[in-house]
């Protein structure tokens, strides 16, 4: 069962854009929404994370919007640069701490054109 | 830089042999770690959660006679993969939540490509 739907499966983006992922969970106790990315070979790095009680977050061009009535939530890049394109994977997890086990998103490839 | 360190990045090994792969919180203690794996462009998918102490908690479908977990000090936790076979070749990561971190971030590693000939 597929808890954490994530869309575009893949995204182009000319530089200087915004590029905005998707994501649309099932469980309702999740309560923790952080989004990370990943690049080729690497780890996932966090990005930014949201909890339910708020409806936006910013962190320099990052940005989670969070709608928790239609439990979907989306981070948009402002101002997309090369650098940007990665893998970028939406996660959630239940409980008061980040630390509890994450359920991820299927993945978006984003590749930030010149 | 990096605050949870695997070892080795890549390993390649012949069909039948057990290979160990080292997952260690640099600068913090962890009391409990995750073991993932990925495939060539797919998501992370839970394997095990690894407990300081206590037996690793298995995701449902995973082998726990075959991926073997053991997290036998607060900042080490070691995934051994048992007679490996090719289609266990993947992307192991682990990540670390700690003990004193209070922002629960959980922190992966640099991940360790697995080839099994």
């Known amino acids: 069962q597929q808890q954490v739907k994530q869309s575009p499966q893949s995204l182009i983006v000319q530089k200087g854009g915004i590029s905005i992922i998707n994501c649309a969970y099932e469980?309702?106790?999740?309560?923790?929404f952080p989004w990370y990315q990943q690049f080729p070979g690497k780890g996932p790095a966090l990005l930014i994370a949201?909890?339910?009680?708020?409806s936006e977050k910013k962190e320099g061009r990052f940005t989670i919007s969070f709608n928790k009535s239609a439990k979907q939530f989306s981070l948009h890049i402002m101002d997309s640069q090369p650098g940007d394109s990665a893998t970028y994977f939406c996660a959630a997890s239940i409980g008061t701490g980040g630390g509890n086990k994450l359920t991820f998103g299927t993945g978006t490839q984003l590749k930030v054109e010149l | 830089g990096a605050v949870v360190s695997q070892h080795p990045s890549r390993v390649i090994c012949k069909s039948g042999t057990s290979v160990k792969i080292e997952c260690r919180s640099l600068d913090f203690q962890a009391t409990t770690m995750f073991w993932y794996r990925q495939f060539p462009k797919q998501s992370l998918m839970l394997m095990a959660t690894s407990n300081e102490g206590s037996k690793a908690t298995y995701e449902q479908g995973v082998e726990k006679d075959k991926f073997l977990i053991n997290h036998a000090s607060l900042t080490l936790s070691t995934l051994t993969v048992t007679s490996a076979h090719p289609e266990d070749s993947s992307f192991y990561i682990c990540?670390?939540?700690?003990?004193?971190?209070?922002?629960?971030?959980?922190?992966f590693g640099e991940g360790s490509r697995l080839t099994v000939l």
């Open positions: 949201i909890r339910p009680d708020v």
């Open positions: 469980n309702t106790a999740f309560d923790y």
């Open positions: 990540s670390a939540r700690g003990t004193s971190r209070g922002t629960g971030e959980l922190f």
